[in-house]
């Protein structure tokens, strides 16, 4: 089957990056000249995806907005000849049919997702966190995931190795490697804390494909870690009772919920972007020449 619908969520308060976050919305924060969300959406569009719903709650407006058209702006650069500033935003409403709906009460991810159970019906639907941006892959994260599932029928997580130390902030799989980068998930736990609940140093991080099933599962998840609804939770009902497919997807993940992985992403793609690439390395040689 193919899978046209994703669902990002994007419904997080951005406390690990206060300030800036006070009123604008993490997702919304630049990495170089695009806001973080724009890479997600467009890494959706670039994987098939052509319905998307983005769960948002209250001071989420800028979002919508991003992708909203901006007619005075477009007059303004059009009658200026600011061709190529104008190519940049006159698309935005076009990339995809863009649906939002609000988590009112912010009770985890495996809330937010089920929200989206009339949204995604009864077919497959891909999941794009909002803290995560992913680039420079064979193909885009979503797709590798896409593909998988169209190989092997079953949900599908994108995992990465992290740290031991990192791994009781996000959750472990238990995997077993099928081909390549494609692994068989049979276990998870989100946030594990002893050692005896660490299956190995591979964590879902940013992207899955799941199946209808999961909002049955959903319902009947109860609060887990954080006293929140966790999708980890549910996904780990899913593998348990038919069994995942694991992808370690090819490209670079920049975690833009905290402070270091948004200059991270600012520093890397930056260096790879075509109007200030040169002139940005040039600026961190020197910069790391001079540093005492």
Do not use: W
Not at 106 to 121: D, E, M, N, V, Y
Not at 162 to 186: F, G, H, W
Request: contains cysteine; neutral net charge.
């Amino acid at each position: 089957m193919k899978i046209t619908k994703a669902v990002i969520p994007a419904a997080g308060m951005g406390t690990r990056v206060l300030p800036a976050t006070k009123v604008m919305p993490k997702e919304m924060l630049p990495i170089v000249d695009k806001p973080a969300i724009q890479y997600i959406v467009e890494e959706a569009v670039n994987s098939g995806i052509t319905d998307i719903l983005i769960i948002t709650n209250r001071g989420k407006g800028f979002i919508e907005d991003h992708f909203d058209k901006a007619p005075v702006l477009e007059s303004i650069l059009e009658r200026d000849k600011k061709i190529e500033m104008l190519s940049s935003i006159n698309q935005l409403d076009k990339l995809a049919n863009i649906h939002y709906i609000r988590q009112i009460e912010t009770k985890g991810l495996g809330h937010a997702i089920s929200k989206a159970r009339t949204f995604a019906g009864n077919e497959p639907f891909a999941v794009l966190y909002g803290d995560d941006v992913v680039v420079d892959g064979k193909a885009p994260a979503t797709k590798e995931l896409i593909d998988a599932y169209g190989t092997y029928g079953k949900g599908v997580i994108g995992i990465k190795p992290v740290s031991r130390k990192a791994i009781s902030n996000y959750s472990c799989v238990k995997i077993e490697n099928l081909r390549d980068n494609i692994y068989k998930c049979t276990d998870m736990i989100e946030k594990p804390k002893r050692d005896d609940q660490i299956f190995s140093l591979y964590s879902i991080l940013g992207r899955c494909v799941m199946p209808p099933e999961i909002f049955d599962i959903l319902d009947r998840t109860a609060p887990g870690a954080n006293n929140e609804i966790q999708l980890t939770d549910a996904m780990r009902v899913l593998a348990q009772e038919s069994g995942m497919t694991a992808v370690e997807y090819t490209g670079t993940r920049y975690d833009i919920g905290n402070k270091l992985g948004i200059m991270k992403a600012a520093i890397e793609i930056g260096l790879n972007h075509p109007e200030i690439g040169s002139e940005l390395k040039e600026y961190l040689v020197d910069l790391m020449n001079n540093i005492r």
